[in-house]
């Protein structure tokens, strides 16, 4: 199976994000440009597996052909999936959106559980550093929300929804289900304009659309549940 990488480094090719359109969601970061390939490969059979977990059929990917689609350079510091692919310009159909909120809530349900699993208490930081696992959480669902409101307009609450969030670390799961609740209703409610739209910005910043909007929402969450994947294993 073919897939196009599109990859985006700092200064000396240190630390490369890979995006993987064709399987939205997929994303990592590789610490060479020239690793990154075997960590794209990796990615995308994680990727497929979490999808096979929830009953999708996807073909056997073997053997997997990688082509690097385009490679970006940033003079500063890199800001991981801040670039846009020429498929984030593509309309979206109806179908395609339901496909991608079914991935979105396996995706959820993961994370959460992931989330759940850990031993540490969701408000302590790890040893090793990082951010502690309930404002990963929050980050998550601040994010995301950010991401359909500077597309599609503000949704009302945000603010409240976030802050009820944060207001219970310890155990923000309600707070959590009215968070996607609330965003989910409103892309399923997405009409076939909506889901055509591409909005040009100018001045080197991405496109808003539907189909960026939905990549990123997809991913960023994939690449937090697997930094809380790798808390459980260490």
């Not at 597996?49 to 990688?66: A, K, Q």
């Not at 923000?172 to 609740?181: F, G, H, K, Q």
């Amino acid at each position: 199976m073919r897939f196009e990488l599109y990859l985006e480094s700092g200064p000396q090719h240190r630390k490369t994000w890979v995006c993987i359109p064709a399987l939205p969601g997929c994303s990592t970061v590789a610490p060479t440009s020239e690793a990154a390939a075997e960590a794209a490969r990796t990615a995308i059979l994680e990727r497929i597996d979490f999808l096979r977990r929830h009953g999708e059929t996807v073909p056997d990917p073997e053997p997997i052909e990688l082509v690097v689609a385009e490679h970006l350079i940033e003079r500063k510091m890199l800001g991981f999936g801040q670039g846009s692919f020429p498929t984030d310009r593509q309309p979206m159909t109806p179908d395609e959106a339901a496909r991608q909120l079914r991935w979105a809530e396996w995706s959820r349900e993961e994370l959460v559980a992931t989330a759940r699993a850990l031993t540490l208490p969701l408000t302590d930081r790890p040893a090793t550093g990082g951010r502690s696992a309930a404002a990963i959480l929050s980050h998550v669902a601040g994010a995301e929300w950010s991401y359909v409101s500077s597309t599609l307009g503000t949704m009302p609450g945000g603010g409240a929804v976030i802050s009820a969030i944060d207001d219970s670390p310890e155990s923000p799961w309600d707070a959590l289900a009215v968070e996607r609740t609330a965003l989910m209703t409103r892309l399923r409610a997405m009409t076939p304009a909506e889901l055509a739209l591409v909005v040009e910005r100018g001045n080197g910043k991405p496109p808003r659309s539907a189909r960026r909007m939905f990549r990123r929402l997809l991913e960023h969450e994939w690449e937090h549940t697997r930094e809380l994947w790798s808390r459980l294993s260490s």
